[in-house]
Nanobody, 130 residues
Framework: QVQLVESGGGSVQPGGSLTLSCVVA?????????MGWFRQAPGKEREGVAT???????DYLEAVKGRFTIFEDNAKKTLYLEMNSLKPEDSGLYYC???????????????????????WGQGTQVTVSS
């Protein structure tokens, strides 16, 4: 069972920045078809934020385009989400996900339709408030 371990969440004021990390635990390969970040706010459905495929192609939720950047470091087996100009509506529990078969451009609708990626992390909390 692959382990994904997120970190980097915290509390920031509106306009602030955070960078989330998702490390693939040692002993496991970083060779996934797609990886992504999802978030869930209290009382709301989980939504896709950003995805990346193994060719580096990315896709973003419209609401975060221009503010968030997803990228990965293969040598460190780590997925990142750089978040700038944070807004209160960005608050939530952020999860990373990985799948061996689902293409990156399909990962968000795949999850939002109720299906599960191969692997989830445990989540890291992001709170944006003044």
């Amino acid at each position: 069972q692959v382990q994904l371990v997120e970190s980097g969440g915290g509390s920031v004021q509106p306009g602030g920045s955070l960078t989330l990390s998702c490390v693939v635990a040692s002993g496991y390969s970083f060779n996934f078809k797609s990886m992504g970040w999802f978030r869930q706010a209290p009382g709301k459905e989980r939504e896709g934020v950003a995805t990346i495929d193994n060719d580096g192609r990315t896709d973003y939720l419209e609401a975060v385009k221009g503010r968030f950047t997803i990228f990965e470091d293969n040598a460190k087996k780590t997925l990142y989400l750089e978040m700038n100009s944070l807004k209160p509506e960005d608050s939530g529990l952020y999860y990373c996900a990985a799948d061996a078969d689902v293409p990156a451009q399909a990962l968000i609708p795949w999850v939002e339709s109720g299906r599960q990626p191969d692997y989830w992390g445990q989540g890291t909390q992001v709170t944006v408030s003044s």
